[in-house]
Each structure stands twice: as structure tokens, then as C-alpha cells.
């Protein structure tokens, strides 16, 4: 495994094997306040099958800021890491925003991507504020100068309802001093418009969009929307599911990218043993 530290390039990760050179590589991007960890379990599912490129977004994990949160300046920032390793064909898999950053990789480097999966997230414009309450929340932790976990916890609990979000703000507040979360707070509420936003474009490539069935992100309307852009796009439902979909049935999410790809002839068919 390689672990980048280039301040010129986005933090990352990537899992190299020989073997899988003359195989795309899987380029795994996470949502919004997350950071490469968060698919890691997609990364390990796959690993004796693809190379594996996992990235911190810009004002995300290790990453560096900047003031700006744009679909192509971010998905620019990705292809900077793919360009580095002289990688030639790549098959983006992004959850949330990291789908729509996916999504426009797609879009301007579609010679390099064999295919593209997006996890909860559609190609449409997310116009309500959703994460109100949230940046709230975390300017609560922040403006207390929390200094232990248990404190951070406290804070977050007494502000959202959703402990799923709860556990997944805990997963950025780091352990180590000084403690604090390992995103860019102040530039994602700034930013959080663009962040919401979508632009014209089309991918004619396969397509695989996996959203929950419990979630609000890719509902009815919304999926009617990708086609438009995705001509060649499966759609898949994970019953029960919620935004975290790849946390909650990871399995499931497994199985129907495995189908997608055997289905487009990207996975391998000799003997393998799934890594989980």
C-alpha cells in the first residue's frame, strides 16, 4: 500500500498489486465530512480484483483546504492523484457528494473510465439545506473547545436526533490532541450551496446507481432524472437501507456491484477469495 504525503496532490491511499495493473482501478471518493476510511470496507471487498485508490477530499481528512467546494475543480483534484500513479483506466465509486464528484469525473475524463457507481445520490439539484441542524452541532463541539470524546458525544446527542450521524461525526473527531474534527467546517457550511448544486453533462458509459430504500436522496423523482444523463445506468434498490447504505448492508452493496460488473465484463471469473 502506498500513503501519499504530497502537499500538492489530495491525501491517499493506494493499494498496488502487480498482478492488477492491466485492470482498471477502483477510485473510491466519500460524502460530505467523511474521509477515505469510509469505504474502506468497499476497498478490502474488492481488493484481489481491482487496484484500490481511496482519497480524502479537499477540506476533508488529511487533504489540504481551500475556500472553494466545485464539482470539477474537486473532481480535477482526484484525477491530479490518478495522473500521479500513471494509472489509465479507472472505475469511480463515490457515496453522496463523493457520487456526484464520481459523476463528474465521468463526465470530463470519460476516456478514462471503464464505468462508473454512485451510492445514494442522484444527478439533481439538492436545493433544501439539509445539514442545518448539523453545522450547528459541530460549531456547539467547536465553540465548547471539547477536549475529550465523551464531551464531543455529549454535545452532538443534545443537538441531533440521529445517532447514525452522531457515530459518523465521532468517526472525524480525532483521537489524538489536539482534538477536533479532521474537516474544514467552516468552508462546508460556507460552501454547502455549491455543494448541493448539479450541472448539465453525459456519461455514456455503464452506470450503477445504488440507493437506499429508506432514503430520501434518491427517490422517485429524483431517480427519473438519471437516465437523462446516465443512459446506460442499472438502477439498484437495497431494501431497508438507509443513506449509509454501504454501512448498513454492506453485503448487498457488494453483491449487486459485483453483478454490475460481471455484467459489463469487469470482473474477473477465475476462483478468487472475496476479502470482507
Not at 229 to 239: I, N, T
Not at 243 to 258: C, D, G, I, N, T
Request: charged share 20%; proline share 4%; hydrophobic share 40%.
Amino acid at each position: 500500500m502506498t500513503i501519499e504525503r504530497n502537499p500538492d496532490l489530495l491525501n491517499h491511499q493506494y493499494t498496488y498489486d502487480e498482478s492488477l495493473k492491466d485492470r482498471p482501478t477502483l477510485v473510491l471518493i466519500h460524502g460530505l465530512m467523511g474521509d477515505l476510511n469510509n469505504l474502506g470496507m468497499i476497498g478490502r471487498h474488492f481488493a484481489n480484483r481491482f487496484n484500490v485508490l481511496r482519497v480524502d477530499l479537499v477540506n476533508h481528512g488529511n487533504s489540504f483546504y481551500r475556500n472553494q467546494m466545485e464539482y470539477p475543480e474537486m473532481a480535477n483534484d482526484v484525477m491530479k492523484v490518478v495522473e500521479y500513479y500513471g494509472i489509465t483506466e479507472i472505475i469511480p465509486v463515490g457515496h453522496s457528494m463523493g457520487g456526484k464528484v464520481a459523476m463528474r469525473i465521468a463526465f470530463d475524463y470519460s476516456a478514462k473510465c471503464r464505468a462508473l457507481v454512485v451510492l445514494d445520490m442522484a444527478p439533481v439539484i439538492y436545493g433544501k439545506r439539509g445539514h442545518d441542524e448539523v453545522f450547528y452541532a459541530i460549531n456547539q463541539v467547536i465553540a465548547n473547545n471539547c477536549i475529550e470524546r465523551d464531551q464531543c458525544r455529549e454535545i452532538l446527542s443534545a443537538n441531533l436526533d440521529n445517532q447514525g450521524m452522531i457515530n459518523f461525526l465521532l468517526k472525524s473527531f480525532t483521537n489524538e490532541e489536539p482534538h477536533k474534527f479532521i474537516f474544514n467546517a467552516p468552508v462546508l457550511e460556507k460552501e454547502y450551496n455549491h455543494i448541493g448544486i448539479w450541472a448539465e453533462g453525459v456519461y455514456s458509459g455503464p452506470a450503477a446507481f445504488i440507493y437506499g430504500g429508506d432514503s430520501a436522496y434518491v427517490d422517485e423523482e429524483r431517480r427519473q432524472a438519471i437516465p437523462r444523463q446516465f443512459p446506460r445506468a442499472k438502477l439498484y434498490c437495497v431494501e431497508g437501507a438507509t443513506h449509509w447504505l454501504h454501512a448498513e448492508q454492506p453485503r448487498v452493496v457488494f453483491q449487486y456491484m459485483e453483478s454490475f460488473f460481471e455484467n459489463n465484463g469487469l470482473l474477473i471469473s477465475d476462483n478468487y477469495v472475496v476479502i470482507s
